[in-house]
């Protein structure tokens, strides 16, 4: 599975980006993808996730409010709509998919992941 993220670049703080994740095919109904990032020096972060046959999103604490996952299954795309944003949002914005996650959270159960797209929020 190859994972293409896409749509980041430099905004400034209130700023609003949408983030997007094309996924090459699921191998199965409860697949579920998720946002990852990481900012410099930093471990990554759990961001958002969402399956593909569920309406249900998982969102992070620094999502929550602020960022809005969504899904479009006919072209197997992963939607991060990101507004407010603020300087601690600057990170680079995985993609990543797994199969039959019981906890979509644990981002080291993700099996595969995209290159990133790097948001950058200035002051």
């Known amino acids: 599975v190859q994972l293409q993220a896409s749509g980041g670049g430099v905004v400034q703080t209130g700023a609003s980006l949408r983030l997007s994740c094309a996924v090459s095919?699921?191998?199965?109904?409860?697949?579920?993808v998720a946002w990852v990032r990481q900012a410099p020096g930093m471990e990554r972060e759990f961001v958002a996730a969402?399956?593909?046959?569920?309406?249900?999103?998982f969102y992070g604490d620094a999502a929550k409010g602020r960022f809005t996952i969504a899904r479009d299954n006919a072209k197997n795309v992963v939607y991060l709509q990101m507004n407010n944003l603020r300087p601690e949002d600057t990170a680079l914005y995985y993609c990543?998919?797994?199969?039959?996650?019981?906890?979509?959270?644990?981002?080291?159960?993700?099996?595969?992941w995209g290159l990133g797209t790097l948001v950058t929020v200035s002051s």
């Open positions: 990543a998919t797994g199969r039959g996650l019981a906890i979509v959270t644990r981002i080291n159960d993700y099996e595969s």
């Open positions: 095919r699921r191998t199965g109904n409860d697949d579920a």
């Open positions: 969402i399956r593909w046959l569920s309406n249900s999103p």
